[in-house]
């Protein structure tokens, strides 16, 4: 065989190899994201210990509970759960946030189960880095009635989405008559919405634009809750879905104007989340930086630095659906909850997870509003 016609020879199978190799390469990439998207990387080795449910009612105003007392959780069987306990109109007074006795508690004295970035989500197509898998909609049917979502200016029109434009974001005005119709269908149900501000993702947002979109909700805005005075009590939820009252959404915003230097960027409506609420560190790179305390059960400094609600981040980052698993168990969250509340000397009102469909938060948020029912009578 010629010089010439080997080289040849040896240069079409160095064309036809190296794309065969870069195939292989992506498929086994892809492989792996699947496994590690789909499946535990490894079994939850221990059961949170249950160190008792220690929460405590608080008096008037907003003041917060400085006493704790442990009260130990029967968990209702999981076969058997049912969030929603209550039955439309005929329950109204008498049965709040699916609890039948809940109406009395304020609602900076409850627990909220609460989905991190709702509207990231594979089913409304964010595919990579998504942190959930169903829609927030059919979230709130499973009971979660706290919804932190980001508002993003996307070249000129207000959006719910995820750092990027492009990737799946949600329309303002769907998702709140989404909301609405739920509400609508739901009257002993309440709400509780906490905005991220993300002025980072193209250009400014202007609060009083998104307002604007919420406007276009018939109904919506009648039923939005506004604290005018920081020094008087929460209403209680009985308040809140009097059908004379009917204000059952409460809405937070952070990382957004500075309100108390120019009221008029804000709606009132829109209230500062830090104003009146405190939380802990939300980058937790693994379930270990969780489960030690000392990272997990420390407040960050934000503005005034209330506690009349105080919120737990129960998830890792980047999102992973095998780490929510453990992570919203509900022995974990029942040690998370309890040992931040000894360590707080105040209770709990939000736990913030990703991938809503797993675990148990829901049952054990009704479980804990149990416990403070059965403690105040």
């Given at each position: 065989m010629?010089?010439?016609?080997?080289?040849?020879r040896?240069?079409?199978?160095?064309?036809?190899?190296?794309?065969?190799?870069?195939?292989?390469?992506v498929v086994l990439?892809?492989?792996?994201?699947?496994?590690?998207?789909?499946?535990?990387?490894?079994?939850?080795?221990?059961t949170?210990?249950?160190?008792?449910?220690?929460?405590?009612?608080?008096?008037?105003?907003?003041?917060r509970?400085?006493?704790?007392?442990?009260?130990?959780?029967a968990?209702?069987?999981?076969?058997?759960?049912?969030?929603?306990q209550?039955n439309?109109?005929?329950?109204?007074g008498?049965c709040?946030?699916g609890?039948?006795g809940?109406?009395?508690?304020?609602?900076?004295?409850?627990?909220?189960?609460?989905?991190?970035?709702?509207?990231?989500?594979?089913?409304?197509?964010?595919?990579?880095?998504?942190?959930?898998?169903?829609?927030?909609?059919e979230?709130?049917?499973a009971?979660?009635?706290g919804?932190n979502?980001?508002?993003?200016n996307?070249?000129?029109?207000?959006v719910?989405?995820?750092?990027?434009c492009?990737f799946?974001?949600?329309?303002?005005?769907?998702?709140m008559?989404?909301?609405?119709?739920f509400?609508?269908?739901?009257?002993?149900?309440?709400v509780?919405?906490?905005?991220q501000?993300?002025?980072?993702?193209?250009?400014?947002?202007?609060?009083n634009?998104?307002?604007?979109?919420?406007?276009?909700v018939d109904?919506?805005?009648?039923?939005l809750?506004?604290?005018?005075?920081?020094?008087?009590?929460?209403?209680?939820?009985r308040?809140?879905?009097?059908?004379e009252?009917?204000?059952?959404?409460?809405m937070?915003?952070?990382n957004?104007?500075?309100c108390?230097?120019n009221?008029s960027?804000?709606?009132?409506?829109?209230?500062?989340?830090?104003?009146?609420?405190?939380?802990?560190?939300?980058?937790?790179?693994?379930?270990?930086s969780?489960?030690?305390?000392?990272?997990?059960?420390?407040?960050?400094?934000?503005?005034?630095n209330?506690?009349?609600?105080?919120g737990?981040?129960?998830?890792?980052?980047?999102?992973?659906?095998?780490?929510?698993?453990?992570?919203?168990?509900?022995?974990?969250?029942?040690?998370?909850?309890?040992?931040?509340?000894?360590?707080?000397?105040?209770a709990?009102?939000?736990?913030?997870?990703?991938?809503?469909g797993e675990g148990?938060?829901?049952r054990y948020?009704q479980?804990?509003?149990?416990?403070?029912?059965?403690?105040?009578?």
């Open positions: 010629s010089s010439s016609r080997r080289r040849k040896e240069e079409k199978k160095s064309c036809c190899t190296w794309p065969r190799i870069f195939l292989l390469v990439a892809i492989s792996a994201f699947l496994v590690w998207w789909f499946e535990p990387w490894k079994d939850f080795s221990e949170a210990n249950n160190i008792g449910q220690s929460v405590g009612i608080g008096g008037s105003g907003d003041e509970p400085q006493t704790v007392k442990p009260t130990t959780l968990p209702t069987p999981a076969p058997e759960f049912k969030f929603n209550c439309g109109e005929s329950d109204i008498n709040c946030n609890l039948p809940l109406c009395d508690l304020r609602a900076d004295q409850i627990l909220y189960a609460t989905l991190h970035n709702g509207m990231s989500t594979v089913d409304d197509g964010f595919f990579v880095g998504a942190n959930h898998v169903g829609q927030l909609e979230a709130l049917e009971g979660y009635r919804l979502l980001d508002i993003c996307c070249g000129g029109e207000l719910f989405c995820h750092g990027i492009s799946a974001p949600r329309d303002v005005v769907e998702v008559q989404g909301v609405n119709k509400l609508d269908n739901n009257p002993t149900e309440t509780i919405f906490i905005y501000v993300n002025n980072d993702v193209d250009q400014e947002v202007d609060l634009l998104f307002f604007d979109q919420l406007l276009l109904g919506l805005t009648d039923k809750y506004v604290h005018n005075n920081a020094g008087t009590p929460w209403p209680t939820l308040q809140q879905t009097d059908p009252y009917n204000r059952r959404i409460i937070f915003h952070y957004g104007p500075d108390t230097v009221p960027l804000c709606p009132s409506a829109l209230m500062n989340y830090y104003g009146y609420a405190s939380d802990n560190d939300w980058e937790h790179l693994n379930i270990e969780i489960e030690t305390r000392s990272n997990s059960c420390e407040l960050k400094k934000n503005g005034i209330s506690k009349t609600f105080v737990l981040n129960n998830f890792v980052s980047p999102p992973s659906k095998a780490a929510a698993r453990q992570l919203n168990d509900y022995m974990a969250i029942l040690d998370y909850v309890d040992s931040c509340t000894v360590i707080f000397r105040t709990i009102n939000f736990v913030l997870v990703d991938f809503w148990d938060l829901p948020t479980d804990h509003n149990t416990a403070l029912i059965n403690r105040r009578v």
